[in-house]
């Protein structure tokens, strides 16, 4: 069967590659490197072999070495291309991602402000490569170069708060100056946001996160405009060897089919919680009403932005809230005791998966303040996820007070 173009993004995350299957239902493992040649007689009836201008990455007639092409890999970067609504290739992480846009653009000058600090240290060695007073590094407030090749980089929402940016803002200052604007969209996969409606020229993803979204598969995207700059991410993918490897890409094919399913729902528990943590801000310290007060000093989510309005809604950049954001917490013992305190929330970095994780960020990133903690809502009921927080912020006062032992 044909894909749909016209049929909804859950409906296309389940069937867009069925074209490409066999009579399997669930996709086949395969974990061949290489493929049997076609013999002469089928190259002589069907010429676009791979030596022939005629072979197209995107769309292999064969597949011969699994560094170009292989079968499952196809099928992700269709479905992934048809759901992020622009031609995607796959990587084995999100920063070799983003180190693919930094070869693409080939930026002599980057506006980037905060955001993942594993993105910064990948333009640091983008910036060793080309020599360090090639390619300077302002921030996206800033005034933007005329005739330098530049590149906004715009992390939507952002690691680790989940408040968003507007990209048209930022596309509009680039355009003015004739640069690019790259967003990482890693905190809100379809169906929470659309870049390119808003004016991005690439995105990318840590795939890892949601795509994946087990917590088992390290992978990345890059989606651009057009099938040429498609053609280029492929051929510097393929000859700087970074490839994702076949038990992968089945994991991130085999995800892809709830991904809607998985946002959503994650999205909505999200939004709820912060709206409650908000709330205990402004319970006193010693009250205990609909949780404790005094622990919880301020949360972000794109929800509580003050432009929140102009952000998030049906028809505005944002759909639906991120299902991942920050809370600074009153003291740093708070921060440091609250994620081993919890039953169903998991101490681990990282987002996106189907268990709530919970992190003091300051573990991961040495300039995060202390307080700080991030939380990467996954599938649990509602319910549970509060009344784990109710009894962990409950539990840190105690071990403040003396009541129970330290951890
Ligand atoms: C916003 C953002 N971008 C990029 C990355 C890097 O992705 P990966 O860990 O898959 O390489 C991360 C990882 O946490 C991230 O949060």
Redesign the pocket.
Known sequence: MAPDAKAGLATRSIHYDSDLSGPEVAANISTTTTFRHPSPKQIASKPEGYYSDKWDASEPSRDIYSRYTQPTLTRVERVLSSIIGQPTVVYP????S?FAVLLLVRPDVIAITE??H??HASLEVYRRLRGEDQVSVIKLDDEYPNGKKLLCWV?TPL?PTGESRSIAAYAKRARAVGGTVGV?A??APPPLQDPFKWGADVVMH????YFAGHSDT???TVSVRNKEDWLKLWHDRTYTGSNIGSLDTWLLLRSLRTLSVRVNRQSATATALAQWLASLTRAESGSDLDGPGGVVEKVWHTSLQEDRAELLGEGKQMEKGPATFGMLLKKPEYATNLPHSLKFFVPAT??GGVESLIEQRSLSDPNADPRLIRLSIGLEDFEDLKRDLVQGFRNVIQIEQGKVSKL
């Open positions: 992480s999100g920063i070799s983003a955001g993942y594993g993105c992390e690691n990482d890693t905190f840590s795939g890892t996160k390290l992978c990345g990282s987002l």
